[in-house]
């Protein structure tokens, strides 16, 4: 399965719409609220079932599950490396600030790296782990539905044409993209600081228009939470 098609049934399954490369509404999805929620269950579920994974057989607790597909959402690799193959890698690297995630974990699948960055720009955030540019993940993209759908393919096109001609550089020609490239990050925080977030981002009237859709989505979702308290 390409990353493309990964992308997209991340977007889906969180609840998105694409069409034709175009996020028309970003996917947001609570997959843990103190352990998996039923949605984060589904979507973790999916994409394990793509790689036969039955999760180190049935040894791994949800909150290992979530650090499993959170993990994966950097190279968006949902269809290789089984769990425990994947955790001893994470340990050989010492890439282990992935197990920093904890409270309640938003999956945010599909909004522009600008808006990924507004979210995450912030005193409180604790944990997020997004798509990274230096990565096969990052060649071929989705993008907001900002974009004109002419003006994209005209970009596309001329895009094709600069990496024909340029000595091969993963990062670099990941880089040449447009900033309104969607991006997919588990974002995680505890009931009081994720409030603090909302109440004061969306109390904001020179807000962006994706940001504070995005921002009043998972507002509206966590009020369905038992641990909603404010």
């Known amino acids: 399965m390409s990353h493309l098609e990964i992308a997209q049934q991340l977007v889906t399954l ?5 069409k034709h490369r175009i996020v028309e509404k970003v996917g947001i999805s609570i997959l843990y609220d103190y352990h998996l929620t039923a949605e984060g269950t589904k979507i973790i579920a999916h994409f394990a079932n793509l790689r036969n994974d039955d999760f180190d057989q049935g040894k791994m607790t ?6 499993d597909f959170s993990a994966r959402i950097t ?17 050989a690297l010492g890439h282990l600030n992935v197990y920093d995630l904890n409270g309640i974990a938003v999956l945010v699948a599909g909004c522009s790296l600008e808006c990924i960055l507004e979210l995450v720009s912030n005193r409180v955030n604790r944990s997020c782990r997004l798509t990274s540019s230096k990565t096969k993940a990052a060649i071929e993209t989705l993008y907001s539905k900002q974009i004109d759908p002419i003006w994209l393919e005209q970009f596309l096109a001329l895009r094709a044409d600069f990496l024909a001609q340029t000595t091969h550089n993963l990062e670099s020609s990941n880089l040449f993209n447009l900033s309104a490239k969607c991006g997919y990050a588990v974002i995680s925080m505890g009931m009081r600081d994720w409030n603090f977030l909302l109440n004061a981002r969306l109390r904001d009237e020179g807000l962006e228009e994706e940001l504070r859709a995005v921002l009043s989505e998972i507002k509206q979702q966590l009020k369905k939470s038992p641990n909603w308290m404010f």
Do not use: C, E, I
């Open 14 to 18: 969180a609840g998105g719409k694409v």
């Open 62 to 67: 949800d909150f290992h599950k979530l650090v």
């Open 75 to 91: 190279y968006l690799s949902y269809d290789k490396t089984s769990a425990v193959d994947l955790r001893n890698k994470l340990k």
